[in-house]
């Protein structure tokens, strides 16, 4: 199928400021705008995601990461944004995540939601 013919899964979500994000169905930002501004310098697509990223990274006992946004990620993300947020879960190595992309309400802004992750570790301070 020629591509201007294929269809992608995305999610749009809008602040009440206005400004608006489209959210591919791997989570990467496909597009930020406000009004007739794009934000995003490079508009990211479902092959190749776009250059701005979320990483997990492991220190245990050699540096291990992962993408949490993007074709490679194992985020799954719902279809439906709830609000101005679309939020995903995944699983890597053991390591159970949430993250959550939130455009603010009041202002030209977004706020990350940031990453929640579940595993039972023990904390070590850095040097120990």
């Known amino acids: 199928m020629p591509r201007s013919q294929t269809k992608t899964r995305s999610t749009r979500l809008t602040g009440r400021s206005g400004l608006r994000a489209q959210i591919n169905a791997d989570g990467s930002i496909r597009r930020i705008d406000y009004g007739d501004i794009v934000v995003n310098l490079f508009v990211g697509n479902e092959l190749e995601g776009g250059p701005a990223n979320l990483y997990l990274r492991r220190h245990d006992p050699t540096l291990q990461c992962t993408a949490l946004l993007g074709p490679r990620s194992p985020t799954r993300f719902a279809r439906v944004a ?47």
């Open 82 to 128: 709830r609000g101005n947020t679309v939020t995903g879960t995944g699983t890597w190595q053991q390591l159970h995540y949430s993250v959550r992309l939130v455009l603010s309400h009041d202002a030209y802004r977004w706020i990350s939601g940031g990453v929640q992750v579940n595993y039972p570790f023990t904390f070590r301070p850095a040097g120990q």
